[in-house]
């Protein structure tokens, strides 16, 4: 059974519920049940299709937190959307959270380490695809967040991430999931440099061929707040960032996972009437 977000001729907005202390864009405003379902609630009501809720910070240098705490954190709080009717991604690198949550409602697996970090994260996303009709998010990674800016090195960023990504596509399909279960997620800011990463936005077909639905993360990254002044704000970035959110989609993306989903949706409207006029 293939989720029926996969198959959508509209474009995805993930929004981000970051229920942790040291996320760099909003770390501490949303660690609480309450303030997440809430600021939930809002970006659904801003036009979310999917609601990403992670309870760990994968930012450079970011701790690790116990995955009690995770769990802890962001379970409840799937499941108060889920029984919503809510599409819920979880953000974890955890096997367990990620079956915690599917067992509590979440649609979405998203790993930015793409079964990397944890032994155990591709045969249960396989077997969570299986049972739930679960959607892995596989995003490319190189490294934790303690050593990925020092993997930051390609000869053809573009070939390396379409192959290092094949590969984590290969593991799913030999842990038995298919292939109408995996989106990719060329995981900008990591292990990439400012460069890197407009390298690969500028050439997001050559990801889209392979065949399966792409995922962009841009929002609020800092390649995205070196185009602005200095001591340009946090918010500042929502507006360059929903400017990329909406060339993404245009060169091809199925979805986007965005801290501002209201300036996404509006800049999603503006390409739709340009298309729609051309
Ligand atoms: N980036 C972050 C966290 N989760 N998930 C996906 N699929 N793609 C990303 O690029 C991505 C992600 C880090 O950003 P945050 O701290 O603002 O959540």
Known sequence: MTDPLLTVDTPVVMGIVNMTVDSFSDGGEFVDH???????????????????????????????????????????????????????????????????????????????????ADPNMVRTA??????????????????????????????????????????RVDALLAAGMSRDSIVLDPGLGFAKTAAHNWTLLAHLPTLTELGFPVLI???????????????????????????????????????VRVHDVRATRLALAVRAQWEAAS
């Not at 997440?36 to 970006?43: G, N, Q, R």
């Not at 659904?44 to 116990?66: F, H, K, M, W, Y």
């Not at 990620?98 to 509590?104: F, I, K, P």
């Not at 596989?138 to 379409?162: C, F, I, K, P, Q």
């Open 217 to 255: 993360g841009a929002s609020r990254k800092r390649f995205i707040a070196e185009l602005m002044p200095d001591g340009a704000t946090m918010l500042e970035r929502d507006l360059p960032s929903a400017v990329v959110a909406a060339d993404s989609i245009a060169a091809g993306a199925w979805g």
């Open 126 to 167: 396989a077997q969570l695809a299986v049972e739930s009709g679960a959607v892995y998010i596989a995003g490319h990674w190189r490294g934790s967040s303690a050593t990925m800016n020092d993997l930051a090195l390609y000869d053809d960023v573009v070939a390396e991430v379409r192959t290092e990504l094949t590969q």
């Open 34 to 116: 309450d303030r997440a379902l809430a600021h939930a609630l809002d970006l659904v009501v801003a036009g979310a299709t999917i609601v990403d809720i992670g309870g760990e910070s994968t930012r450079p240098g970011a701790s690790r937190v116990p995955v009690e705490l995770e769990q802890a954190r962001v379970v409840p709080v799937v499941r108060d959307l889920a029984t919503r009717g809510i599409a819920v991604s979880v953000d974890t690198l955890n096997a367990s959270t990620a079956r915690a949550a599917v067992h509590a409602g979440a649609r979405f697996i998203n790993d930015v380490s793409g079964g990397l």
